[in-house]
């Protein structure tokens, strides 16, 4: 029997068992974060059970598909063996610790000014603006001698935000460099 925890503020929920997913045993957890790439580096997320009590399941594999903002966190956790064991847990609340991912998105908005590096720490410009798209934000960037580039604000460029530094770590821009 896995041990119970006490709910109280040392859990943020993250979404809902919605699905199970083929016949070994994996679900599908509908998730409600800005940013839900950060639950892969997750090992064990709790689960609502009886009388509102918490218990922890680890993860196995896990994987994330995503259709626009909607966003769908599949696991295979331990002690789930079959699609009917998997069944079972179809409705309860997910909780990650408090404090292991981030609820709120990162505003692009307030990164003028940020340097812009890559991801050898290498200099390459710096941040003029955030340019709101109906895809995703663009990063205007002025590049040192070289005139600007924009950056598409997703994390095939982006690869990391540094607040403390105030650094954007982006990669294979090389591209984007020659138009």
Same mark, same amino acid.
């Given at each position: ?11 943020? #929920? ?33 689960? #609502? ?19 626009? !903002? ?17 069944? #079972? ?12 991912? +981030? ?5 692009? !908005? +307030? ?43 997703? !994390? #095939? ?16 821009? +090389? ?5």
């Amino acid at each position: 029997m896995k041990p119970q925890l006490k709910p109280d503020n040392a859990f943020d #929920a993250i979404g809902t068992v919605a699905k199970v997913h083929g016949l070994k045993g994996e679900v599908g957890i509908r998730v409600e974060l800005p940013m839900p790439k950060q639950l892969l580096g997750l090992d064990t997320v709790y689960m #609502a059970g009886d009388f509102g009590m918490v218990q922890p399941w680890r993860i196995q594999s896990s994987r994330l598909s995503s259709q626009g !903002d909607r966003h769908m966190f599949f696991v295979i956790l331990e002690m789930v063996a079959d699609r009917n064991a998997a069944a #079972a847990l179809v409705g309860r609340e997910v909780y990650a610790p408090a404090g292991q991912i +981030d609820l709120f998105e990162e505003d692009p !908005d +307030d990164l003028s000014g940020y340097t812009v590096l890559d991801t050898d720490g290498k200099t390459i410009g710096d941040v003029i603006e955030t340019v709101e798209n109906p895809a995703h934000p663009i990063l205007r960037v002025h590049i040192r001698g070289k005139g600007e580039v924009l950056i598409p604000f997703v !994390d #095939a460029y982006v690869d990391e935000i540094d607040d403390d530094e105030q650094t954007v770590t982006v990669v294979d821009i +090389d591209e984007l460099m020659e138009l």
